[in-house]
């Protein structure tokens, strides 16, 4: 057996050689050298902090008590490796993306860089890994005991053990504060003890199998109870193990560290899905045989849990032993050191940098030094994690509540899990909604396991455990609402999440998350879809440059600042000094802080200097709105445009109709000029006759004034026309509509034109039918009707001439044609005719301006009805509307 | 061009192999078809569920092996 000394001396020496490793690692890290530090292997050694003093000492003797039981706690991991392209792999790329430092920022970050679910998770992971430390603690000074032959200390033995750790986890893990949190010296110490562990366990395996027994037949055969391998163990507790040891593998603060922090190269990941599963299958491989030789070859009072020490120790392998002890010493510091750096990492980041955040007020560019501040922070956090830990082994230390510690840290970190699953494939998932079914969860689990597990000696009193509170057996912590399960393990593992994940749906679906939240949610669940060209979308802040490079500096330091700056500026295409304080700057500024002080206070700092961003719901929606707005306005000017083009064409019309109609008012007054001249010519010339001629014939005197008379006349005439033109245009003509008899107006009208017909020869066609009483003013319908006969004569001329006067009623409406057989209007000429000054062909009959037609339209429509030119007649064929006379009508 | 087109194939079923891993462990390690191999049965002088666990267990890890080499061929993300 080796003595005290040696077991001392060789500790140290093993923890000099883990300082060394570490310090070169380091170095090298340094200097950009990693060679095999970043290569697969180191990490999947890494991951071996899964296997705890707990797993190390305690599977050897779950198996003597429990036979398989132990290797459900390697093959939870086993299924989470394996499904590692499921739920690993997005995790790590996440992280990578967002700068993760530990399982609370990647929750804050998800859930809208919440610092209220950082400090809850904090507080819980704290809560649920004190008594692990505490754990670890007692194996050590338990397996320092063993070798003591002297009466040491247990608790002075694990005061000096914690003080050893807490001085490496200061040195190693909080060297510098970086950028993404990784700690090469730390994880490759990790590895080297890994490989101890693994050594030391085979090494004692080995021997048990082929050293004291003769081979694996052999030491089978020796197992003292064959009810030990029965199917009993494949029970509800075996998948609830199976259950809660895959989910400690994303979920312990621990492995989140050195899985998905510490990953450097997302391919490692595919190395570790088969070669972690196979360390511990390798672990586990020689569990049972050592227990089977445990209890075979030791007393019956011996600890199961110490017989990785014991066996070889009973065998006389004293350097074996020493191997042993090496294996479980680096189990359980290699533990304790990784759990350390991350718990301090989260309390620092998510409970003091709040704080202090919050207490400091001023601007965090002029406060003191963040990074000192940072750095000590952690190094605070450490100690007092580890004193921790150490006070919670002093209060229970030996107790049978420390054994079972390791399964109930499973189930409160498990809490987190739906969390996590919900943060990674769920964008519904709230942070209201998490931070209930987190707090939810881990109530249920501290009054179900916890608690109780005291027996009660905290909190619950024994008899409240066995009749629930105030006798509500309803209440019983280990029997839920009258559920009964065999094991309280299985109870509270059903309750616990149950509540947690009924919580975390219900509470999700009912709450509103913010817009913040809503970013992250996308960039967390589609991260495989956005990776590859980062979106668009950035909060807007205004930061200046120099603000932001300042506090890049106080935490990042000068030099990774400066590089990070350089960097950008050039991306940006500046040669020289500070790049544009983009939104893209302030976003990976804030993410590098993240990766250092956590998402949450990064996101703080950032928005101190910067405001906070922009995107809000509203705001989405405000530029919702604008689009909206914008093609609103776009449909609106289209429109006013189309109105505009028709305005245009309508305008362009109207100016064509007014250059005709100045072209038609020229064409008048050369023609109303020469209408007038002629008969003043010859009213003026036969005057002058008459003025100058004292030798004229009275005859031919008094024949030369009939003419001046009748020019005279013919003048009136034409002033008259104009006159009655204007007045009936202007509507102010005096027309009154009385009953007239029509017959009696066409015979007036015939017997007023008959002359002019019988001079050209016209035939006159006309049978009057009964009369018709129409409404009409007498003068002014014959005026009409005398017109449209005498132009049928003038222009009619027909071979031979004839005109057609027909009657006809339609109800209310009577129509007079009259039409001759002429050659017709041409229908370029048909609107002209009612025109003002208008003569077709410029054909000039002596007493008329062009006025008749115009003149009988203007008064056809005073009375009501129309005169029209019927377009299909062989020659022109008018058309006078009256109104039939109606008692009624002319009342009103 | 056939097997240009096989490519996406192939690495559609190495997707699927990849999610249904694990799911398919996990089958054959519960309780239902679990327990089948707890019987007093010795394979060689060891009992049969030691055998089959870890027996099973390194078929796992070699099928995890195969299909991690596959996953990480240059192209495949």
């Not at chain 1, 009501?864 to 009342?891: C, M």
């Amino acid at each position: 057996m080796p003595s005290w000394n040696t077991i001392v001396i060789t500790s140290l020496l093993y923890v000099a050689l883990l300082f060394c490793v570490a310090f070169w690692a380091e170095q090298r890290a340094k200097r950009g050298q990693f060679g095999w530090i970043r290569t697969p292997w180191v990490y999947t050694l890494s991951l071996s902090v899964y296997c705890t003093a707990w797993t190390y000492y305690g599977g050897v003797g779950s198996a003597a008590r429990s036979g398989l039981e132990f290797a459900a706690i390697y093959l939870g991991p086993t299924l989470t490796f394996l499904g590692w392209w499921l739920v690993l792999r997005k995790l790590v790329r996440i992280s990578n993306e967002q700068r993760t430092t530990s399982v609370a920022d990647l929750l804050s970050s998800r859930y809208g860089k919440s610092t209220s679910i950082g400090v809850v998770v904090t507080l819980i992971a704290v809560l649920a890994s004190t008594p692990y430390i505490a754990l670890q603690l007692q194996s050590l000074s338990l397996s320092f005991a063993l070798f003591s032959d002297v009466g040491t200390q247990p608790a002075q033995t694990a005061f000096w053990i914690a003080c050893g750790l807490a001085a490496f986890t200061i040195l190693f893990g909080t060297r510098h504060v970086d950028a993404n949190e990784q700690h090469y010296g730390v994880v490759t110490a990790i590895a080297l003890e890994a490989v101890v562990k693994l050594v030391a366990l085979t090494s004692v395996g080995l021997f048990v199998v082929f050293g004291i027994a003769d081979g694996p037949t052999d030491i089978f055969a020796r197992m003292p109870d064959p009810e030990l391998l029965s199917a009993e163990v494949f029970g509800p507790r075996w998948v609830t193990l199976l259950f809660l040891s895959a989910t400690a593998v994303i979920c312990l603060p621990r492995m989140f560290q050195v899985a998905v922090v510490e990953n450097v190269d997302e391919r490692h990941l595919a190395t570790a899905s088969w070669a972690f599963p196979f360390y511990v299958f390798l672990i586990s491989l020689f569990v049972l045989p050592i227990a089977i030789a445990g209890m075979t070859g030791l007393p019956s009072d011996a600890n199961p849990d110490l017989y990785v020490l014991t066996v070889p120790l009973g065998a006389g392998n004293g350097s074996l032993a020493l191997l042993a002890f090496l294996g479980g010493f680096s189990a359980a510091t290699s533990m304790v050191i990784v759990a350390a750096i991350a718990l301090s990492t989260m309390v620092s980041n998510h409970i003091i940098m709040p704080l202090w955040l919050r207490s400091a007020k001023k601007s965090p560019t002029a406060s003191g030094d963040v990074r000192h501040m940072l750095l000590f922070s952690r190094r605070a956090s450490i100690i007092g994690i580890l004193a921790l830990g150490y006070i919670y082994f002093r209060f229970t230390g030996g107790s049978t509540a420390l054994a079972s510690i390791g399964l109930i840290a499973f189930l409160g970190v498990a809490q987190l899990l739906p969390s996590i699953i919900g943060a990674l494939y769920w964008r519904g998932a709230t942070r209201t909604g998490a931070i209930t079914a987190v707090i939810a969860g881990f109530a249920v689990w501290a009054y179900t396991l916890f608690i109780p597990s005291f027996d009660g000696a905290f909190l619950l009193p024994p008899e409240v455990i066995s009749n629930g509170p105030w006798g509500i057996s309803l209440l019983r912590p280990q029997q839920l609402f009258g559920s009964e399960f065999a094991d309280p393990l299985v109870h509270a593992t059903v309750w616990s999440m149950t509540v947690n994940i009924t919580a975390l749906v219900a509470v999700s679906l009912l709450s509103q998350p913010s817009a913040l939240e809503q970013l992250q949610a996308k960039l967390f669940v589609d991260v495989f879809n956005i990776t590859a060209d980062r979106p668009a979308i950035a909060l807007q802040r205004a930061a200046k440059s120099e603000d932001l490079f300042e506090l890049a500096q106080r935490i990042l330091g000068r030099e990774t600042s400066w590089r990070m700056f350089t960097d950008i500026a050039r991306s940006q295409g500046k040669h020289s000094g500070l790049p544009d304080p983009t939104a893209e700057l302030t976003e990976r500024l804030e993410r590098a802080l993240a990766g250092a002080i956590g998402s949450a206070s990064a996101h703080a700092m950032v928005s101190q200097i910067g405001g906070h961003g922009t995107v809000s719901v509203s705001e989405l929606m405000r530029m919702a709105d604008e689009t909206a707005q914008i093609i609103e306005y776009s449909n609106r000017i289209e429109e006013k445009s189309r109105e505009l083009q028709e305005t245009a064409s309508q305008l362009r019309h109207a100016n064509a109709r007014l250059h005709e109609i100045a072209e038609q008012k020229d064409a008048f007054l050369s023609q109303i000029s020469h209408e007038l001249r002629t008969p003043m010519t010859s009213v003026r010339s036969f005057a002058e006759i008459l003025r100058d001629g004292d030798d004229l014939e009275p005859e031919q005197a008094r024949r030369f004034v009939s003419i001046i008379h009748e020019e005279a006349q013919r003048l009136t005439r034409l002033l008259d026309e104009i006159l009655d033109v204007s007045v009936l245009e202007n509507g102010k003509a005096q027309i009154e509509k009385v009953p007239v008899s029509l017959n009696a107006s066409i015979e007036q009208a015939l017997a007023a034109t008959e002359p002019l017909m019988r001079r050209a020869g016209v035939q006159l066609i006309h049978a009057s039918g009964p009369d018709i009483t129409v409404s009409a003013d007498r003068d002014r319908l014959a005026q009409v009707l005398i017109n449209v006969l005498s132009n049928a004569v003038k222009y009619g001329r027909g071979q031979p001439p004839a005109i057609i006067v027909q009657v006809s009623r339609d109800r209310d409406q009577v129509q007079v044609t009259v039409a001759d057989n002429g050659p017709g209007i041409a229908p370029d000429d048909q609107e002209k005719v009612f025109e003002k000054f208008t003569r077709l062909q410029h054909q000039t009959l002596a007493g008329s301006a062009g006025l008749g037609l115009p003149i009988s339209r203007e008064i056809m429509r005073n009375l009501d009805g129309d005169l029209t030119l019927d377009p299909n007649g062989p020659g022109a064929s008018f058309r006078i509307t009256l109104k039939t006379y109606d008692e009624n009508n002319h009342t009103l | 061009m056939s097997q240009q087109e096989d490519i996406p194939r192939a690495r559609k079923r190495r997707y699927d192999g990849a999610v249904i891993l694990p799911i398919f462990a996990a089958f054959l390690i519960l309780p239902p078809f679990i327990k089948l191999f707890a019987a007093p049965v010795t394979v060689f002088g060891v009992p049969l569920i030691v055998v089959w666990l870890f027996g099973l267990w390194l078929a796992l890890i070699i099928i995890a092996r195969h299909l991690a080499h596959l996953l990480t061929q240059p192209g495949d993300e």
